[in-house]
């Protein structure tokens, strides 16, 4: 190979490195930008055809700003809340709910919706604070899973020995997957934080965790 030959060679493989690195900053930012603009639009869509006008800015500033749709979403949501700490409001609530709990259909999802928010909204940060690896699908193959909570209730009841309820993620859509029952015992914790394990779940073991330091016992 001429050194002609070799500098071109070269001068792609920078060109490519460059594009590469370039791409690795840029996609995430671009994709960020974009899921938080479909996301605020979404909800404008939904919230501003039910605002009366003049309460709209682009009434009087003759253009739109986006985002107005999620200040009152957010308006809304805190005058229910205040709404719902009286008696009155409460009573309010439980008749409009009452009416889903009776509907054949609407009651199962709504129900089940609900005790999906009340978990997230009383546990706040507490959700999956762990990472663990477990053995599945048999023996001897493990794979990652976040740590919900100790196995309660009836589950509980059926076991002899200290159970934790984990949820094991699909790759790479972290957001389906498996929820397992598994012993205490049996459970792998790591140090990883669960979103480094999320970043390891998404990119399907390309994208590894920086070893922490041994923590002094």
Same mark, same amino acid.
């Given at each position: 190979?001429?050194?002609?030959?070799?500098?071109?060679?070269?001068?792609?493989?920078?060109?490519?490195?460059?594009?590469?690195?370039?791409?690795?900053?840029?996609?995430?930012?671009?994709?960020?930008?974009?899921?938080?603009?479909?996301?605020?639009?979404?909800?404008?869509?939904?919230?501003?055809?039910?605002?009366?006008?003049?309460?709209?800015?682009?009434?009087?500033?003759?253009?739109?700003?986006?985002?107005?749709?999620?200040?009152?979403?957010?308006?809304?949501?805190?005058?229910?809340?205040?709404?719902?700490?009286?008696?009155?409001?409460?009573?309010?609530?439980?008749?409009?709910?009452?009416?889903?709990?009776?509907?054949? +259909?609407? /009651?199962?999802?709504? $129900?089940? =919706?609900?005790?999906?928010? &009340?978990?997230? @909204?009383?546990?706040?940060? !507490?959700?999956?604070?762990?990472?663990?690896?477990?053995?599945?699908?048999?023996?001897?193959?493990?794979?990652?899973?976040?740590?919900?909570?100790?196995?309660?209730?009836?589950?509980?009841?059926?076991?002899?020995?200290?159970?934790?309820?984990?949820?094991?993620?699909?790759?790479?859509?972290?957001?389906?997957?498996?929820?397992?029952? +598994?012993? /205490?015992?049996?459970? $792998?914790? =790591?140090?990883?934080?669960? &979103?480094?394990? @999320?970043?390891?779940?998404? !990119?399907?073991?390309?994208?590894?965790?920086?070893?922490?330091?041994?923590?002094?016992?």
């Amino acid at each position: 190979m001429t050194n002609e030959v070799k500098k071109k060679v070269g001068l792609f493989n920078r060109l490519r490195t460059y594009f590469l690195t370039g791409l690795v900053i840029a996609a995430p930012i671009a994709i960020t930008i974009w899921a938080t603009l479909w996301v605020i639009g979404l909800i404008d869509n939904w919230i501003l055809p039910i605002i009366p006008k003049t309460y709209l800015p682009e009434t009087y500033l003759k253009f739109s700003i986006p985002g107005i749709g999620v200040v009152f979403a957010v308006i809304g949501l805190v005058l229910l809340g205040a709404l719902t700490a009286n008696l009155f409001g409460r009573t309010l609530v439980n008749i409009g709910t009452g009416w889903l709990e009776k509907m054949p +259909v609407v /009651r199962t999802m709504y $129900k089940a =919706l609900k005790q999906i928010f &009340e978990t997230v @909204a009383s546990q706040g940060e !507490s959700n999956f604070k762990q990472v663990v690896l477990v053995e599945y699908p048999r023996k001897g193959i493990f794979a990652i899973a976040f740590v919900a909570t100790d196995t309660k209730g009836e589950v509980r009841r059926n076991f002899d020995e200290p159970m934790v309820s984990v949820f094991l993620p699909t790759t790479p859509n972290p957001t389906s997957g498996f929820l397992l029952f +598994v012993p /205490r015992k049996d459970v $792998k914790v =790591l140090d990883m934080t669960v &979103e480094d394990g @999320a970043k390891l779940v998404i !990119s399907a073991g390309l994208v590894n965790p920086e070893v922490l330091p041994i923590k002094d016992k």
